[in-house]
T-cell receptor
Framework: AQKITQTQPGMFVQEKEAVTLDCTYD???????LFWYKQPSSGEMIFLIY??????QNATEGRYSLNFQKARKSANLVISASQLGDSAMYFC?????????????FGQGTTLQVKP | KAGVTQTPRYLIKTRGQQVTLSCSPI?????VSWYQQTPGQGLQFLFE???????NKGNFPGRFSGRQFSNSRSEMNVSTLELGDSALYLC??????????????FGPGTRLTVL
């Protein structure tokens, strides 16, 4: 079975500090994509960053980076220099390539609050 | 480019009624997926459409159905509404079908309340 686990229901971080949101996954597929999305209180899911299972380097997008450890099946999101606008729910998701569909499997999410 | 649009944004229905939600993908995107988000179950995949064909379906009863038109716009329908159908329904589009590397871009969602 394919599963995403986010063990931190809620996190606090001080403004301008870095924070790591944990994500572990379980899949028997040899190829898969890993995604992080941000969901503000408005509800819209905003794409942040993508990591392919065969990518040699960790993905980075501006202040977001993905700490990908394939052997440990973890794909943690690191947000550097947190801003008040980063307060939101964050979801880790996986898409197995072998399924030949775009179906995303989501974790339960982590609520991040940035303190001024 | 305009993003994914969903209409209506908010909807209130009563048990037993049916509802149709609409999704317009990003221009040029041919794949549309639907997800249901509830506090208890989280985000769950409903179905995916590509070129007017349903490619994949999640574990939902037959009351949930959808379709895609030739212009890639998609609709989902829920018949005989139940209280448990109250949720945020999210639509996502991606350029091509079937690629796990293909990023899905989400719309703002339709918040359905069933009374």
């Amino acid at each position: 079975a394919q599963k995403i686990t986010q063990t931190q229901p809620g996190m606090f971080v001080q403004e301008k500090e870095a924070v790591t949101l944990d994500c572990t996954y379980d899949t028997s597929d040899p190829s898969y994509g890993l995604f992080w999305y941000k969901q503000p209180s408005s509800g819209e899911m905003i794409f942040l960053i993508y990591q392919g299972s065969y990518d040699q380097q960790n993905a980075t997008e501006g202040r977001y980076s993905l700490n990908f450890q394939k052997a440990r099946k973890s794909a943690n999101l690191v947000i550097s220099a947190s801003q008040l606008g980063d307060s939101a729910m964050y979801f880790c998701a996986m898409s197995p390539l072998s399924s030949n569909t775009g179906k995303l499997i989501f974790g339960q999410g982590t609520t991040l609050q940035v303190k001024p | 480019k305009a993003g994914v649009t969903q209409t209506p944004r908010y909807l209130i229905k009563t048990r037993g009624q049916q509802v149709t939600l609409s999704c317009s993908p990003i221009s040029g995107h041919r794949s549309v997926s639907w997800y249901q988000q509830t506090p208890g179950q989280g985000l769950q995949f409903l179905f995916e459409y590509f070129s007017e064909t349903q490619r994949n379906k999640g574990n939902f009863p037959g009351r949930f159905s959808g379709r895609q038109f030739s212009n890639s716009r998609s609709e989902m329908n829920v018949s005989t509404l139940e209280l448990g159908d109250s949720a945020l329904y999210l639509c996502a589009s991606s350029p091509i079908q079937g690629a796990g590397t293909d990023t899905q871009y989400f719309g703002p969602g339709t918040r359905l309340t069933v009374l």
